[in-house]
T-cell receptor
Framework: GNSVTQMEGPVTLSEEAFLTINCTYT??????LFWYVQYPGEGLQLLLK?????DKGSNKGFEATYRKETTSFHLEKGSVQVSDSAVYFC????????????FGQGTTLQVKP | GAGVSQSPSNKVTEKGKDVELRCDPI?????LYWYRQSLGQGLEFLIY????????KSGLPSDRFSAERTGGSVSTLTIQRTQQEDSAVYLC????????????FGPGTRLTVL
């Protein structure tokens, strides 16, 4: 079945550091890939998406590229801020498509000033 | 309302009791999802409703769990004879269509089974 694996946290960085959170997936066909973020005390919200191979999703300075050859969708940001502290979830929606999302375990990011 | 709402926000119950959790999706959204967020299992899919189609119940962990969606809008998730391992945050999400790229999540119901 479809699955998502993302790096375990917590990840602790200083402000302005470079961020990478690794995400790999297993799926048949051509899934759509997402990063969702959960800020402290808030609900899950979509951060960025990519729906086909080689697409790059981007939002709020974050980027992720859909790499079919490595079945990966790593999240990157060049310079993190304290306000980026949150839990980040990688997710896929299978191509057969009931619409349900399969999530990774989540990675907690803490950015220190 | 503007977003997905869920009630109650917190529920504490005793082992063996039944609980009902409610979700109000965004108006006009045809697809509704329930997920569960727990320490040991991460974020896992439970059930999905789309219009008048039969729901996808493939994520329900046991037959103690059931859900319905009345009139294509409000949904209730019922857990019968609750167990301590049911303790989790139950999240509801909705989307305009099943193939919509964004699901909008509610704030969740935190269930604690004593």
């Amino acid at each position: 079945g479809n699955s998502v694996t993302q790096m375990e946290g917590p990840v602790t960085l200083s402000e302005e550091a470079f961020l990478t959170i690794n995400c790999t997936y297993t799926a048949t066909g051509y899934p759509s890939l997402f990063w969702y973020v959960q800020y402290p005390g808030e609900g899950l919200q979509l951060l960025l998406k990519a729906t086909k191979a080689d697409d790059k999703g981007s939002n709020k300075g974050f980027e992720a590229t859909y790499r079919k050859e490595t079945t990966s969708f790593h999240l990157e940001k060049g310079s993190v801020q304290v306000s980026d502290s949150a839990v980040y979830f990688c997710a896929l929606r299978g191509s057969s498509n009931t619409g349900k999302l399969i999530f990774g375990q989540g990675t907690t990011l803490q950015v220190k000033p | 309302g503007a977003g997905v709402s869920q009630s109650p926000s917190n529920k504490v119950t005793e082992k063996g009791k039944d609980v009902e959790l409610r979700c109000d999706p965004i108006s006009g959204h045809t697809a509704l999802y329930w997920y569960r967020q727990s320490l040991g299992q991460g974020l896992e899919f439970l059930i999905y409703f789309q219009g008048n189609s039969a729901p996808d119940k493939s994520g329900l962990p046991s037959d103690r769990f059931s859900a319905e969606r009345t009139g294509g809008s409000v949904s209730t998730l019922t857990i019968q004879r609750t167990q301590q391992e049911d303790s989790a945050v139950y999240l509801c999400a909705s989307s305009l269509r099943p193939d919509s790229d964004e699901q909008f999540f509610g704030p969740g119901t935190r269930l604690t089974v004593l």
